[in-house]
């Protein structure tokens, strides 16, 4: 849930993070100097964060701002713990520029250091700015945290270098799978079933092209619409992994895959070449949008909100982003679907996300104990416990109205055009959840009652993002998290840039039919030549090294 911001100049930038990240570590108290007394911290610390702004930047009510809002305040009342940030930025790659300034300059690190890409992890800890919390983890973390981090043991992998930890996987959890969302009218008016199987995909978006399916006499829809701008293996929304998987199984494209104990590379693997050909195929017959390479996840939504476009593929809650188009186009109405079965028969596979990023934590950061309290907390709202039941805050992301607890934010005493991300406002870019694939949602669908906040919010939603979620959940065996989630190999450091470039080049080049078919065969040698058949060996050593390792039980998690 990114949005594309500009890249500022590296002068702006290092202006921004001079403010902001001052050398005495600004507001950041030791253990020493505050007491905690019956769980709240007197006199008040605070914890200096860094944070990748997303779409709830600008977005608050009040009054409020960043470091002042009904969950920072609530930190410190409740807590004694003042949470500040103060390396902010904005997409992932102007956050990303922020944090190696900082390893490059004389500043201080702030605290807490959210981290979302691998190769910047592994910079962290070999300049030795960030700590060990092996035995923060053993000795800190609350029993509840510690039975949630059991369940992801390998999503520590990025963090572990020879036998130690130097950070924790975000709010560990399976994410939703993915589900394709279909105009349902449009089936209706053609005649059509929701496809299950490869061929009836072909015929479904066949007529989205052809058939006139909006009744406008004018041929000006199409059938499939997905991103092709960053990778053809998003993982979330705007996907198009589903047709590689009908025809290569588990090897998805961009990730690795493990098989009889030995790693594969998705996009070099059997079956790839025939998922180019059938979407080349689709392409030269405008059944795809035609600005597939330029359009990021977020772009490509835009022709099925505004009625262009007849099945688009994401998690369940991407109902909530184009369902503008059922009040937009009049007689418009969206159901939601399993993915399509493949070549073989069997269900096609996605990639399925364990964490979002890894905290990771100056070396001098001695408050880890306040850190877990506080993280701790914000998980009351995952379990519909404690300060949280229902919600962050009440008027925020939901409301009491008449001695009933709503969670429309139209209906809220004050109403609003959409609920507040409380979650959002501390050190995590999304709000902790346990529900997996949709596990509260399946529940409500077998008959349980919602009697409390998280069945109760599930049971708030669209009923087509229900229907989406169930699905998610009766298909989450079709999730698998990428194999290969260590630190870049060796020669990954000098070549993974240019060969992913070139995966993706041939990848558009082909489909756009800018090369033949065959360019396949020159890109796969070329891949292993330049590369990646020491980066397929490197990350085998990994792997097998990855296994031996038991850091669990040192951090108190066996």
Known sequence: MKKTGVLLSAALLMTGLLAGCGSDNKGSSSAAEATLKDGKYDPPIT????????????????????????LTRWGKEHLGIQIETTLLGGDATQYNTKLRLALTGSEKLPDVLPVYDTSLENDLIQ????????????????????????EYPTAFNPVIQDGKVYGMPIAPNLTEGQVMLIRQDWLDKLNLKAPTTLDEFEKVIAAFTNDDPDGNGKQDTYGFDFSGKDSYNTGWVSDSVMIFSAYTGKHL?????????????????????????????????????KELATQGAWDALADFTEGKAGIIIGRPWLYGSVKDVETNVQGAKISAYPTISGDSGDKTYQSGQQNDGVFMFNKDFNNMEAFFLYYDKLYDAAFGTGDFKYGY??????????????????????????????????????????????????????????????????????????????????????LLPNAFNGPPTKTMQTSWEQLNTME????????????????????????????????????????????KVDVMSNMGLK
């Open 47 to 70: 914890i200096s964060i860094a944070k990748q702004q997303d779409e709830n930047a600008g977005k608050y009510i009040n009054g409020e701002s960043l470091n002042d809002n009904v």
């Open 127 to 150: 300049s030795g700015l960030v700590k060990d919390i092996t035995e923060d983890i053993s000795k800190y973390m609350p029993n509840r945290l510690k039975e949630i981090y059991k």
């Open 253 to 289: 494209p961009g990730q690795w895959y493990s098989e009889d104990g030995k790693l594969t590379y998705g996009s070099v693997s059997e079956g790839t070449k025939d998922a180019l050909a059938k979407l080349r195929d689709w392409y030269s017959k405008g059944y795809l949008n």
């Open 393 to 478: 805050a009440e008027g925020y992301d939901y409301d009491t109205v008449n001695g009933e607890v709503v969670f429309d934010s139209k209906k809220f005493n004050t109403p609003m055009d959409a609920a507040q991300g409380v979650g959002k406002m501390s050190f995590t870019k999304n709000t902790p959840s346990v529900d997996g694939p949709g596990k509260s949602f399946y529940d409500l669908a077998q008959g349980a009652k919602p009697d409390n906040g998280v069945l109760m919010r599930s049971a708030a939603n669209d009923p087509t993002a229900k229907d989406g979620y169930v699905i998610s959940y009766e298909n989450r065996d079709v």
């Open 504 to 547: 993706k080049e041939t990848f558009t080049k082909i489909i756009y039919s800018k090369e033949p078919l065959e360019a396949y065969d020159t890109f796969v040698k070329q891949w292993h030549d330049k590369g990646g058949t020491q980066i397929t060996e490197e990350v085998n050593e990994w792997y097998t090294n990855a296994s």
